[in-house]
C-alpha cells in the first residue's frame, strides 16, 4: 500500500538543477522500468494533462499537443507516441487509478485520474470536521491505491487543534494528519515532502474548506481558482470544471477533476477493507458467515467490543460504509428489485399499524 520513491530520487538541490520536462510531469522509476531504452526514443511518453469531450492534450519532452481521445485513457495517463507521430493506444500500467461508475442504466465503469501519488484530504477544524466523511474519503483513496493524507486547514480559527488532531490520528496509522493555516507559508515545510518533483497530488473534500488555497499556497501561483475570485465572477461560475493536470514549475503535478472534489463511493470493497483491517479480520471469526454483529451468538466482533478492546462508534461507521457501498455497487435492476421489496415491507408495516 505504502510506496516510497524517495531512495530512487536525487536530492531536491540536484533535481531543482536537472529537472526535466518529464520529472515535471511526474514521471517515475515505476513508468520508466515499462520501456526500454530504445521504447524511449523511438516512442516517448507522453502525459495527459487535458480531457475534453473528443480530444486530449498530451505534453512530454518537447511535445505538447492536442489529439483526438484515446479510449481508456484518463487525465494522468501516460501514453506512447509513435514513430509516425500519431498516439499509439498504449496507455502504461498506472500507479493509482480513481474510477467510478455512471449513474445511467448502464452503471460503466468511469476512470476519473490516475497516477496520483498522494491525496490530501482536506477538512477545516470547525463544522465541516466530520470523521464519517474522512474515512469514506481514505477508503476511496485505498481502493484507488493513493495514499491518503489528512490536511486539517483553518487552524487560525480555533483556539486549540488537539482535539480535531486526536481524531484524525484516531482513523489510521497509515494517515499522517496535518493542522495548518492554508493561507499562510505553514503548509510550504509540512506538506514539501509529499509535493516534489516527480509527484502528483491531489486536493480532496468539500466546498470552502480550502483545497484551492492549499493548492495555490504549494505551487506559488494561482493553479486553481479560490472562492474568493470565483465570487467576483459576475455568472457566478465555478472556474474550474474540465478535468486537468497542472504542472508547477521545478515542482510537482496537482491534478484537479470536478469528479474527484465530490466524494464518489462506489466499489471501494477493498478500500474500506483496508482502512477497517481489524474489524475485517475479527468478523471472519464469526461463528454466522453472514453475522450483523449485534446480538448473534459466537459474534468475535461483539465480544471485542464487549471487552473493550474495539469502539463500538466505529464498527457502528464501519457497518454503515460497507452497507452503503453495497448499495451503491448494486446495479440499477439489483437497486429497483431491492427497493421494491423494501416498498412492499413497509407498506406492510403500514397495513399492520392500521387494522
Ligand atoms: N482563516 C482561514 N481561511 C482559509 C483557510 N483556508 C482557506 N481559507 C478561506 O476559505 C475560503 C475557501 O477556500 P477555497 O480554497 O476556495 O476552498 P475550496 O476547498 O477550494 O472550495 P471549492 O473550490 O468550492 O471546492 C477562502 O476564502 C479562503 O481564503 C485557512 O486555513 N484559514
Ligand atoms: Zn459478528
Known amino acids: 500500500m505504502t510506496r516510497d520513491y524517495s531512495q530512487f530520487m536525487p536530492q531536491a538541490k540536484q533535481t531543482e538543477v536537472t529537472l526535466s520536462t518529464l520529472d515535471t510531469l511526474g514521471w517515475q522509476p515505476f513508468f520508466s522500468q515499462q520501456l526500454s531504452i530504445d521504447d524511449m526514443t523511438n516512442t516517448p511518453p507522453v502525459r495527459v494533462t487535458e ?30 507516441l509513435s514513430a509516425d507521430g500519431t498516439y499509439s493506444d498504449t496507455v502504461l500500467n498506472r500507479k493509482s487509478l480513481m474510477k467510478r461508475r455512471a449513474p445511467g442504466s448502464d452503471r460503466a465503469v468511469q ?12 477538512t477545516s477544524c470547525n463544522q465541516d470536521f466530520n470523521v464519517a466523511r474522512l474515512e469514506r474519503y481514505i477508503a476511496v483513496a485505498f481502493e484507488a491505491e493513493i495514499d491518503p493524507v489528512i490536511v486539517l486547514t483553518k487552524r487560525d480559527l480555533v483556539a486549540d487543534t488537539t482535539d480535531f488532531e486526536a481524531q484524525a490520528r484516531s482513523i489510521s496509522d497509515l494517515v499522517p494528519v496535518i493542522a495548518i493555516d492554508a493561507r499562510s507559508d505553514e503548509p510550504k515545510a ?18 470552502g474548506v480550502g483545497k484551492s488555497t ?9 493553479i486553481i481558482a479560490t472562492q474568493g475570485i470565483r465570487a467576483a465572477d459576475d455568472k457566478g461560475r465555478h472556474t474550474t470544471t474540465s478535468r486537468q493536470l497542472h504542472l508547477v514549475p521545478g515542482g510537482f503535478a496537482v491534478l484537479d477533476t470536478p469528479g474527484m ?3 464518489q463511493m462506489t466499489d471501494v470493497t477493498a478500500g474500506i477493507e483496508d482502512l477497517f483491517s481489524d474489524l475485517q479480520e475479527l468478523s471472519t471469526q464469526c461463528k454466522f458467515r453472514d453475522c450483523a454483529h449485534e446480538t448473534e451468538p459466537g459474534c468475535a466482533v461483539r ?45 406492510g408495516v403500514v397495513k399492520e399499524k392500521k387494522r
Open 51 to 80: 480531457v475534453h469531450r473528443t480530444v486530449m492534450r498530451v505534453i512530454g519532452q518537447g511535445i505538447d499537443k492536442t489529439i483526438p481521445s484515446v479510449a481508456d485513457a484518463t487525465v494522468g495517463d501516460w501514453l506512447l
Open 111 to 122: 476512470y476519473i485520474a490516475a497516477n496520483i501519488d498522494t491525496a490530501f484530504i482536506v
Open 190 to 207: 509540512k506538506l514539501a515532502e509529499w509535493c516534489k518533483p516527480r509527484r502528483t497530488v491531489a486536493f480532496l473534500g468539500s466546498s
Open 214 to 222: 492549499l493548492a495555490n499556497t504549494m505551487a506559488d501561483r494561482d
Open 261 to 263: 472534489r465530490e466524494l
Open 303 to 347: 465480544a471485542a467490543m464487549d471487552a473493550g478492546d474495539i469502539d463500538e462508534a466505529r464498527m457502528r461507521r464501519w457497518k454503515k460504509l460497507v452497507a452503503e457501498d453495497a448499495y451503491n455497487s448494486a446495479t440499477l435492476i439489483q437497486r429497483r428489485a431491492r427497493d421494491k421489496a423494501f416498498g412492499k415491507l413497509v407498506r
